[in-house]
Structure formats: C-alpha cells, structure tokens
C-alpha cells in the first residue's frame, strides 16, 4: 500500500540501471544480500485524474487560460475592494465557463476510469506455488509465468517460454497494436520449449536480462539464462520472442510466457500518446484579438480614470452637498485612491473580453467534428471504415491548406502488389498463365507439363521462395492429410486452403507468383523451411534470419541447404544490393531495373552467397555474439549485417505494380484548381516516382520536368539549384516540374535552403524520391518556417509517415495495409486519398467560414455591450454608475445571445456542398486566413463601436431631455434607460446574426426568435415579481412599464432598423457591384443546377430542355459568358471571364483532360 501511495505522488524511484534483471517465477537468489529490484504493477492507467486530485489539477488546468485568469483577477478584486458591480457579474459566468468545462472532462475521464477497471479486473491464469492460479490482471508482477489461451489477449509483456506446440511457437496478431491483421510467428527458445506443463514450469531455473521499457513496438533486446543439469546456457532475445500486451493469440492453444514489462511499462502503455498540441491559425488570431480587445479596456478603464479626476478638479463636483466625504476618504492616499478608481473602472468595462468565447469554440470543435464522422461520402464500403477524427482542435485548419505533403505507396496507390515481370541472370520474363517465358514470347507449352528451368531461373525462384517472413493461415480445420504433402497435418490444416499473410504486400506478391510458376512456399516447422519444386519438396534448415530495416533497406536468411551447404539469399532496393554485387550481369540488370521503374513497377534485386564451412563458423560467431550483447545491440548487428552481405551473386530484380486508387487524379487536379500545391515524398526509386506522378496527374505530360538527382557535394548542389533559378525565370511561361532525390535533398537543405525554397516555390508540383522518414519530416519543417508561414497537410498511411504526419499543421492517416501506425498518430484518419478532396473544399470551408464568424461575433457584441457603459460615464460624472443591472450584465454572453452564434456555428453553409466540390477555385476566397485578417477584425469592431452609439444615442434622444414617456406624465429612470438600451442590443445583434446566416434550419430559427422571446419572458418575470433572496430590486416593474411606453416602441424599431439598414445596403451593394466567386456561386445551391458549373462553363451542343434557364441564370451571376464564342466545345475546358481564377498562379494553366460529355 505504501509503494501505491508513493507511485502515486511521484516519489518511486526511477531505474537506476539501463538493464533489468527478471527471474522466471520470482525464484530469486537465496543469498541474503540480493535486493530485488522494484518494477511497476500491472494496473493501467489512462485516465487523468483521481477523486483527490480532480478539483486542483483541473482548475489549475483551466486557469492556465488567459482568459479565464483573467476574469478570476477581476471577481477577485470585485471582492476586495468597493467596485460598481457585483462580485457575482464576474463570478457567475466564470463559474459557468469553469463548471461546464469541468463537468465535460471530468465525464471523459470518469469513462477512462471504467475502461480502466474493466481491464485490471479482467480475469488471468498465473503459475504460483507449482499450481495455476486464477487472479486479476492488475495482480501480476513481473517475473510472474502466465499462461494465455487461444483467442485470449496478453495481459502484459510476455517473453514466450513454451506452447502446446512441440517446436515452442506460436501465432499472433497485433491489429490492435498497429493495426497489422497478418499472422505473426513469435518463437521461444530450445531450452524452456520443452517446458509445456505446469509441474515442468515449476523446475525451469531461468533468468531474464533485458533493457528498460521504451515505446519502440519493434525492438526488445535481451538475454535469457537457463540452468540445465547444472549448466548454464545463454540465448539471446529479441523483439521475436515478446508478445506485447494487447496482441491476440491465434491458431495455437496456449502458451506460456514471463512477464518482463507490466502495466505502464508495458510497450503499449508507453505508446498512449498525447498528441503534440497543435494550435491553429484561428486560435493564434484569436489570442491576439484578446490582446487587442484588452488594449482597449486597459485604455477606457485609464481615460476614464483620468477623466474622473479632472472633472472633480472642480470643488463642487468633488465634494457636493450631497454627498460629503468621509474622514477616512479624506485622509487617504491619493495614490491608492487612483489605483483603486482604475480597478473599479476596470470591473466595470471587463465584459469587452469575451469569457464564454472559449467554451462556446470549444463546443463548436467538438460537435462539429462529428459531421466529419458522420460524413457518408467519407465513408468507404468495401473495408467498412468511415472518417475518423482524433483532434477536434484543428477543424477550420482544413481550410487554410497551401501545401499537401503525401506519400506514394499506399495513399496514392492501392498498395496490393501484383508480379508482372522479372530479369534472370541478364535475361527479361513475364509470367504467361502460371509459366515464366521470355519477354514478348508467348505460352506455347501444353497445360501441366513442367517448364524447362535452366539452373540460374531455378536458384532464382528459390530465393524469392525462402527469403522472406511470409506466414500461411489454413482455413479449414481438421482436414485428412494427403500423402503428397508431409507437411499437410501441419495445425491440423491442408495445404490446398492455405493463404499467405505476409506485412509487406511486396512479398505476399512474388512468393504467389513463385508458387503459380511451380515453386511453392509451403511452410515453416521449427527451423525448417519446405517448398515443393513442381511438386518434389525440399526441406532448408533456417539458421538465421537478418531483419528488415530502413537504413540497410534489403533483408536476408541463412538457409543450410538439402546438400549440407551455407548460403545467404538476400533481397532489397538496387541501391542497396548492387553496390555489393561482385558476380551475375550486373550491368544488364541495372538497365532492365531502371526499364521496370519507368513503367512504374516497383523494383526489388534478389542475390546470394554461398559459404564454405569456415566461412559460416566465422559468420555464426559474429551474429551471436552481435544479438546477445545488451548494450549497442543494433550497431553491433549493423556491423554483423554489413560483414555478411557483401560479395554477392545478382540473381535478378522482379517487378511488381500497384496500381492506383480511384479518382486520384481527379482529386489532385481538384487541389491543384484551389490553389493547394502537392508534394509527393516518397521511398521509391525516381523513375518509378516519375512514371507514378504522370499516370496520377501530378506531373503532367506538357510540364517541364527539373531534376536535382545525384548530387555528390555542396557546390555542385548549389550550382545546379542556380541552373534551375535560371532556366525557371527563362521559361517563365510554362509549368515547371521538381524531381529531387534523398541524397540531393540533404545537401540542399544543409547549406542552401533560401535557393531550395525559391526553386521550389516557382514549381507547380515537386517530386522527391528515395527520401528517408525523417527527411520527410525536415521538408515539411522547411516550409512551416518559411517567412509565408504557409499552412502544410501531411498524409500517409505507414510508420515511414509518422514524423510527417506530427509534424505538418495538420495530420492526415490512411487506413491502408501497412498498420495503423500513421492512423494513430494523426489528427484525422480516411479510408482513400480521394475523401482528401471533399474533406478540405466542402468540410474545411464550412468549418472555417464558421468558426471566423463565430470568433468575430464574439467580439462585436461584447463591444456592442460594454461601450454604452463606457458613454454612460460621461453622463453621471466617471462615478462608475452601472447601466446595466447585474442579472443582464451575468446572463447576457450565458443566455441571451449564446445558443444563436452557437447553432450558426454548427450549421452555417455559404455555398452548397456540390458546388465547393465542382468549383475548387472557391477555396481560394478563405485562403490565408482571408476571413480573420485585421481588416475584417477591424470592421466587426468599428460596427460594434457604431452600432453601440446608435443604442445609446439613439436612446439617449427618446428620453434624454424629456423621462417622461408614458401619458399621465410619469417619469422614468436610469435603470429605464439602461433597460431600453439593453432591449435594443440584444434584438440587434441577434437580427445581425440573422442577416450573416445564408443555411436556414428549423434549429437556427428556433434559437433566434426563441432567443429574443426568452429575453423578453425573463425581463416580465424577473422585474414582475418581488423576489425575496434579492436585498435591492432595482428592476421591478421597469420593463412592465417600459414596453407599456409606445415611444419606447417605437425608438426600439427605429434604432434597429437604423443599425442594421446600412448593413443591408452594404451587403446588396458588393454582391450586386463586387461579388466575390463565393458570392456568385450562392445562386446555384441545387445539385440540378450544376451542369454547366461542375465543367467550369464549358457546353455540349445538345441541351437539355431547362438548359436555357440554367444558363440564363448562370449569365445573371456571372457564372458564364454571355456569348457563346467564349465556350468553345472542342476544347476540353475554358473559363469564365468572371472567375477568379489567379491567372498569375502557374498551377491552373495546365489541366488534365475533361471529357465534353460530363458538361
């Protein structure tokens, strides 16, 4: 219980070595000076607060907000000292804002807590005491052995011991983890394999050396120690032998496994990530506007202050007759009196800052962003997977766009691989109905009879056979084995229904294609590779396998051959294998390489390497001693990898192609059309990055394609970068294309980023190829800082995409075939690149054009509600005199005005769906930040500045020189006049809202007018009945009298209409002298009206019969042409005069074709 509480305050210790030391079954040794070391429980723990700590840690949270310090500032001195309001003006909408706040993630957390609960209580089988136990998952310690059953999900980081296999392994998935769905062979070692019962496991004698826990999913290094018979043998441990927790067991019974990492050291504990916070460009105009708004009440609350003072200068002002000055007023620092004057004139002008600002956007982004979810064109059926947001916070950021980073392979692509040609020792095949025959020959063999292979064709199938980490699944259980297959009854299942899972779809597709040509993969058992030959099988023994990585970029095994001999089959990219090629037509291969990239084949180069018997020795002696080192492991192998695979013989390359996805090239034309620049980055070679580019339409066939490739060094890459500045300026008038590899890149971005940047910035669309994960992250950083500051979009669907992702302003995953890696650290997840277009043009605008309206609103009525107080002042001599009473001055941001801005910011559409996906160019309208500049600040706060004089002059002349409004003569007061100007702001600045809504739903007239009508209902009960918990009621009976004035009707009439008739005349003026694309589109809402506009007006000969209305209608807006001359048909596509189209933007004078007939 100690150690609990200890955790829990923080004060645990941290590891104080790099390595731990877990003994199998906690048998510890039996000397009395070992201390055991201490490691975390197995409780999980996702949630943010506890019941103790709930209260502070929340409101620490919250007052971190300016904002909302800033109004905890202000109730504070309302409470110290003698301010015109009451302390519950301030404090009352702060506690609102903090309650709601509070209760909304306190609810979150109190849901992690349950999903909490429901995992540490999950019930769990340990071996203790020779016997298994039954316990809770948060009950396991490490050391402990556990035993999990087929279908059951590790509760901890596991390293395998046994399974109910004889060979010790077992089948995994890791869907959860990263989203793979492929099975995944996890081995154990020799030693403990043979322990599969429990009475065994109660004698195994072992100890587990491994490092401290770290989030990498796919790298463990450590050692076990097993006494056998008194002697003990050393094995070393790898990211293969450990089940994570959250896997599942598959196709095996049960296994038996020791916890080495638990609860919040296990790996996928330390992967709950929070996202780096991301702040908007919205966010960022809006912490500025509150500096500026609190600029101006610093300024009111000062010339007030100064004002007050100067009237007073006067005697009989500063001490009338009826209101002398007390003995302790008089004797009173001048000083303190100013500070405390400017503080009171500080409570008294503090609603200019818009407290409720933050928490009504906070509701807009998290409600909004269900659309996106909602959306069903983002919804892709064949993998039943709809949109998926993961950050609310950046929704209008998928309208502020410049630039679209994106990855090839998968996001572009389908990413399933299909085998279409390889080179044999010089010579190019094809693969005609299951026969491997020259190229440009045909299949002229009979059906079943074998093909004549010549020995090099045969080694090469071979390879691709066996180097790989394909796994087979077997669909049908409990089959009868046949005699021809000896691994047949392998987990019970016939080979006829097996199926290869393979992480990467590259392999999956050469080891189907070797199995179609007669070279079948037919399994693995223990150490033992099989396949059949035509039907003869063969067994190879396994004896190592050098893993995949990024830097070496090939993969290799060592396989003992049926003969008895030593030989290492490696494959990977040409960059990686020919370099240590020594033997085979290297020289033939490297041209037919190049040839499949340019068609836009994906290229591997398969080699080997036999060794003699002191070779091996020498090759297994540094491979052992490299994997069961635990310090510098990787580098150690890196050493190992690099002494093995050299003096290689080139077997051949293979091609294969992944074609693309649907409407790629619509979508990126439809991003290119809205001024959005696309970057593709990607690991591929670069003829095949260039061929890609072409077919998706992101080069096109008339652009000027530049080249940066092969750059050996600073000058060089600094030189070419001017050739291409020149030849830039020279050929202004075309489209320029930028082709630049990883090697080139790094020189560029190490001393030349200015020239690299402008080369870039005068090129429609850039191609970089051969690029490592984190260059990809360092171009996306390049632009970010740029002095344009251009707002960047990364999408990806792999782990190689997880630092683009992070690190552009916004993150989009793919969910593709390569994990969910880049889904799980993104902001936003898609099923297809071609949701990419709807997502940015229809959601984006719609959520930008939302949130800048709610924002600046915000500001314009809060000006509209406190500068009458301010003007007020002139009036009753600075005395700080509330116009208002206190009930209007705390509800009117809570409830008078909250719920309208609050639906509009929900629903509003300027333009209709269909007609932001045809015409892109309108996303151009709300490019950089166009509807938040300071200009449109400024003119929603002088409007807000204007519309509030007009209330209270406006006012001030009904009852100004003469209080009498009713006829027998009765007077009214100051609360009267406060009333009055109250009344005509709240109508107002609804109506304005009104007037800004273009999407009427039935919600934004129920908030409106039902807005207006809660006014009025509250003011009649409020100031209609004597309330008892009230000590003064200034208000009763005023607003009964006031709306009995028919003066103050008819002034309330005048004033709004007075406010709000320019507004009108103004919006008719521009959108009738200066309409704006956006603005001529708002015509053509109806999807039957967008025949003309989805092809940018362009016509066919035969019209429909309403045709002629359609483009009447489009003339009157401006839509098209009046003369025909202008849309010539055999054209693809031709512009109306009136689109603002950017002709200096190079980016849309080159088009892909549209065909006439989708006019």
């Known amino acids: 219980m100690l150690r609990w509480i200890r955790q829990q305050l923080g004060f645990d210790p941290p590891h104080q070595s790099d390595t731990r030391t877990v003994y199998v079954a906690n048998r510890f040794p039996q000397h009395g000076h070992y201390i055991p070391q201490r490691f975390a429980d197995n409780r999980i723990t996702s949630s943010k607060y506890t019941v103790w700590n709930f209260v502070p840690k929340n409101l620490f949270e919250q007052f971190r907000?300016?904002?909302?310090?800033?109004?905890?500032?202000?109730?504070?001195?309302?409470?110290?000292?003698?301010?015109?309001?009451?302390?519950?003006?301030?404090?009352?909408?702060?506690?609102?804002?903090?309650?709601?706040?509070?209760?909304?993630?306190?609810?979150?957390?109190w849901l992690r807590h349950k999903a909490d609960n429901e995992v540490n209580g999950a019930p769990v089988f340990v071996v203790r005491s020779g016997s298994l136990v039954q316990t809770r998952s948060k009950n396991i310690r490490v050391g402990d052995i556990v035993r999990v059953a087929k279908d059951e999900t590790f509760p901890a980081d596991l390293v395998l011991l046994s399974s109910d296999r004889s060979e010790g392994t077992c089948h995994i998935t890791t869907a959860s983890l990263d989203g793979e769905t492929n099975l995944k062979t996890h081995y154990s070692v020799a030693e403990t394999s043979v322990c599969q019962s429990v009475s065994q496991l109660e004698t195994l004698q072992g100890i587990v050396e491994c490092q401290q826990p770290e989030a990498d999913l796919y790298r463990f290094v450590g050692r076990i120690t097993v006494t056998h018979h008194g002697e003990d043998i050393v094995r070393p441990l790898g990211p293969e032998n450990l089940l994570l927790r959250g896997a599942r067991l598959k196709n095996t019974k049960e296994i038996f496994g020791v916890a080495v990492y638990t609860g919040m050291e296990s790996k996928m504990a330390l992967n709950y990530k929070c996202k780096s916070q991301k702040r908007s460009a919205v966010e960022k105009s809006m912490n500025t506007f509150l500096i500026i708004y609190l600029g101006i009440l610093l300024s009111e609350a000062v010339l007030s202050t100064i004002l007050k003072y100067a009237w007073q200068a006067e005697d009989k002002w500063d001490e009338p007759f009826y209101n002398l000055k007390t003995d302790q007023e008089k004797n009173s620092s001048p000083i303190l009196k100013f500070i405390s004057d400017f503080l009171a004139f500080l409570v008294l002008y503090n609603f200019i800052i818009p407290i409720s600002l933050y928490v009504t956007v906070e509701m807009q982004k998290f409600l909004g962003s269900f659309f996106i979810g909602w959306d069903l064109d983002l919804y892709h059926k064949e993998s039943d997977q709809k949109a998926q947001v993961n950050t609310s916070d950046l929704n209008e950021e998928l309208g502020q766009v410049e630039y679209v980073f994106t990855d090839k392979t998968g996001t572009l692509t389908e990413n399933e691989m299909q085998f279409r040609e390889c080179s044999i020792n010089g010579n190019k095949f094809w693969e005609v109905n299951g026969k491997l025959v020259p190229e440009g020959q045909t299949n002229d063999s009979p059906d079943g009879s074998a093909p004549n292979l010549v020995r090099e064709e045969l080694l090469f199938l071979k390879a691709v056979s066996l180097c790989h980490t394909v796994q087979i699944s077997y669909d049908q259980p409990d089959c009868i084995s046949t005699a021809g297959d000896p691994f047949s009854h392998v987990n019970g299942f016939s080979s006829n229904e097996m199926e290869y899972y393979a992480s990467s779809p590259d392999e999956k597709a050469l080891v189907e294609a070797a199995k179609r040509i007669g070279v079948t993969f037919t399994g693995i058992r223990g150490d033992t590779m099989e396949i059949q030959i035509f039907g003869k099988p063969e067994k190879y023994k396994l004896l190592h396998v050098l893993e995949f990585d990024a830097n070496r970029r090939r993969m290799s095994v060592i396989l003992e051959t049926p003969s008895g001999g030593k030989v290492l089959f490696t494959k990977g990219a040409e960059s990686s294998i020919l370099p240590f090629a020594t033997s085979g037509e290297i020289d033939k291969t490297r041209i037919h390489v190049d040839e499949f990239a340019s068609r836009g084949l994906r290229t591997l180069v398969v080699a080997?390497?036999?060794?003699?018997?002191?070779?091996?020795?020498?090759?297994?002696?540094?491979?052992?001693?490299?994997?069961?080192?635990l310090q510098q492991r990787e580098e150690r192998l890196q050493d190992a990898f690099s002494y093995i695979e050299k003096d290689l013989q080139l077997l051949g390359a293979t091609g294969v192609e992944d074609r693309l996805q649907d409407k790629v090239q619509e979508t990126i034309e439809a991003l290119r059309l809205a001024g959005i620049k696309v970057w593709v980055l990607t690991g591929d070679k670069h003829e095949t990055a260039v061929s890609v580019s072409l077919s998706c339409g992101h080069f096109h066939r008339t652009m000027n394609i530049l080249e940066l490739l092969q750059q050996r060094s600073d000058n060089e890459c600094a030189e070419q970068l001017r050739r291409l500045s020149r030849r830039i300026k020279e050929d202004h008038f075309l489209q320029h294309g930028l082709v630049v590899d990883g090697a080139s890149l790094s020189l560029a971005l190490r001393q030349h980023e200015k020239l690299f940047m402008e080369v870039c910035k005068n090129c429609s669309a850039v191609l970089c190829c051969r690029m490592a994960p984190l260059q990809k992250a360092k171009v996306v950083r390049l632009f970010k800082s740029s002095p344009e500051k251009p707002i960047t979009l990364a999408i990806g669907d792999g782990a190689n995409d997880v630092s683009m992702i992070q690190e552009a302003h916004v993150g989009i995953g793919i969910m593709g075939k390569e994990g969910r890696q880049a889904v799980r650290n993104s902001d936003y997840a898609i099923a297809r690149f071609r949701f990419l277009a709807k997502l940015l043009l229809v959601h984006g605008h719609f959520y930008y054009i939302r949130i800048a309206t709610l924002v600046q609103y915000f500001f314009y009525k809060n000006v509209c509600f406190i500068t009458p107080q301010f003007l007020y002042q002139f009036f009753c001599l600075f005395s700080q005199q509330t116009l208002y009473d206190s009930v209007y001055l705390t509800l009117y941001n809570i409830c008078f005005t909250s719920l309208p801005i609050l639906v509009y910011s929900l629903f509003e559409q300027l333009v209709h769906p269909h007609v932001l996906q045809s015409k892109p160019v309108l996303y151009r309208d709300i490019s950089r930040n166009s509807l938040l500049s300071f200009r449109t600040f400024l003119y929603w706060t002088i409007l807000g500045f204007c519309h509030a004089f007009v209330f209270f002059f406006g006012s001030y002349m009904l009852m100004g020189e003469d209080t009498t409004l009713m006829g027998n003569g009765q007077m009214f007061g100051n609360w009267t006049f406060g009333t009055l100007v109250f009344t005509v702001m709240v109508i107002t600045v609804t109506l304005k809202l009104a007037l800004e809504t273009h999407f009427w739903t039935w919600m934004n007239h129920f908030v409106t007018w039902g807005s207006i009508a809660f006014y009025f209902i509250f003011s009649l009960f409020y100031g209609g009945i004597i309330w008892p918990f009230l000590h003064t009621q200034d208000m009763y009976f005023v607003f009964v009298q006031l709306l009995s004035s028919g003066s103050a009707w008819f002034a309330i009439i005048i004033i709004i209409i007075t406010c709000l008739f320019p507004d009108v005349v103004k919006k008719v003026f521009y959108r009738h002298l200066l309409p704006t694309s956006t603005q001529n589109s708002q015509s053509l809402s109806a999807p039957q009206a967008l025949g003309c506009v989805e092809s940018l007006c362009c016509y066919q000969h035969g019209r429909s019969g309403c045709s002629r209305l359609v483009h009447l209608l489009e003339q009157m807006t401006g839509q098209c042409p009046t003369t025909s001359n202008h849309c010539d048909v055999s054209s693809n596509r031709c512009w109306a005069d009136a689109d603002n189209f950017y002709s200096n933007d190079r980016s849309v004078l080159t088009l892909s074709p549209i065909e006439v007939t989708h006019c």
């Open 65 to 109: 907000r300016i904002a909302n310090f800033y109004f905890l500032i202000i109730f504070l001195v309302q409470l110290m000292i003698d301010t015109p309001t009451s302390p519950v003006t301030s404090g009352l909408p702060l506690f609102f804002v903090i309650t709601v706040t509070a209760i909304k993630q306190g609810y979150e957390d």
């Open 608 to 629: 080997c390497r036999h060794f003699t018997s002191e070779e091996y020795v020498e090759v297994d002696r540094h491979l052992n001693s490299a994997r069961t080192a």
